[in-house]
Structures are given as C-alpha cells and as structure tokens.
C-alpha cells in the first residue's frame, strides 16, 4: 500500500522540475527585458516610494526620471543619507542597478532603502528596461 503515495509523490516531484526547467528557460529567453511588464512592477513594487516622471516631487526616495546615465545621489533637493551620499560615487547602468535591484542592503548597507529587500530576478530585468526608457 505504501508505494503507491510514493510514487504520486515522485511524479509529482519529476513534473514540477520539469516545469521549473521550462519557466527557467523563458525567463532568460527575455534577457533584453520588457519595459510593459517592468512598468507593472514598477508601480508593485518600487512606486511607494519613488516618482518617476520628469519634474515629479520627491517621495520617501528620490525621482527616478532619466535614472539610467545619471551620478548617484544626485536628484536635486532629495536629502540622501550620509550612508549612501558618501558611498554611492557611480553612475547609474543597467548592471549597476541590476546589483542595487537585487540587494540595496548589500550594496550600501545603511542606505534608507535598505527596509526594501530587493526584487525578484524574474522581475529585475523588465524594471531596469522601464527605468531606462523614463529620459
Ligand atoms: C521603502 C521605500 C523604497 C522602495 C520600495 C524602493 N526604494 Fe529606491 N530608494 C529609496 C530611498 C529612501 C532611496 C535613497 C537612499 C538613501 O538616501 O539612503 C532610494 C534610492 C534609489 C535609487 C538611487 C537613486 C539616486 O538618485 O542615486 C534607485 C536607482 C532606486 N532607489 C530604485 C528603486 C527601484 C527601481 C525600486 C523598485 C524595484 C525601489 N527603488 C524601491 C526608497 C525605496
């Protein structure tokens, strides 16, 4: 009698590695990342505290308009942190901010956004494509 949950349990094991491996696969067929969805994920996840539209207030974070190819720490009239304005001396590309993305704490580890955890790889891409299309 036992064997035959067991064998459910490894079917049901062998299908779910088989999905992974085909949701990992679409995932990195979109490595260019697309700017609609990051969009979506934008206003999820990072509109709380940041605008992005060009002469938008300042929120908890700074304006993001033309992020992509700007200096850090340098939105006019945002008090940044001490942490992160005298750290943060690069400019702003797509794989910086796909390090900063994934983990701000690692990055600048008193930074104030540091209560955000990071987002998701799958979603990291899609954000950087709809950051870098806001100039
Ligand atoms: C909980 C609020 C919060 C969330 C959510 C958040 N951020 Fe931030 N972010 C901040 C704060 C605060 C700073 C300024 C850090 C400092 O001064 O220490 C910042 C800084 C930044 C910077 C550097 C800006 C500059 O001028 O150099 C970028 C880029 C950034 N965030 C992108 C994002 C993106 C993209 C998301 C969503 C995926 C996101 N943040 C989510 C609060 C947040």
Do not use: P, S, T
């Given at each position: 009698m036992k064997t035959v949950p067991l064998r459910a349990a490894t079917v049901l094991t062998a299908s779910s590695a088989a999905f992974l491996i085909i949701a990992l696969s679409m995932t990195s067929a979109s490595a260019a990342g697309d700017a609609t969805k990051g969009r979506a994920d934008f206003v999820r996840e990072c509109a709380l505290c940041h605008t992005i539209g060009k002469d938008e207030p300042n929120r908890y974070g700074p304006n993001l308009f033309g992020i992509v190819g700007r200096a850090a720490a340098s939105v006019p009239g945002y008090r940044y942190s001490p942490a992160f304005r005298s750290s943060a001396n690069w400019v702003w590309k797509e794989d910086v901010l796909g390090a900063w993305l994934s983990s701000p704490a690692t990055m600048v580890p008193a930074s104030r956004i540091s209560v955000?955890?990071?987002?998701?790889?799958?979603?990291?891409?899609?954000?950087?494509?709809?950051?870098a299309a806001q100039k």
């Open positions: 955000f955890e990071g987002v998701a790889d799958r979603d990291k891409d899609d954000i950087i494509a709809y950051l």
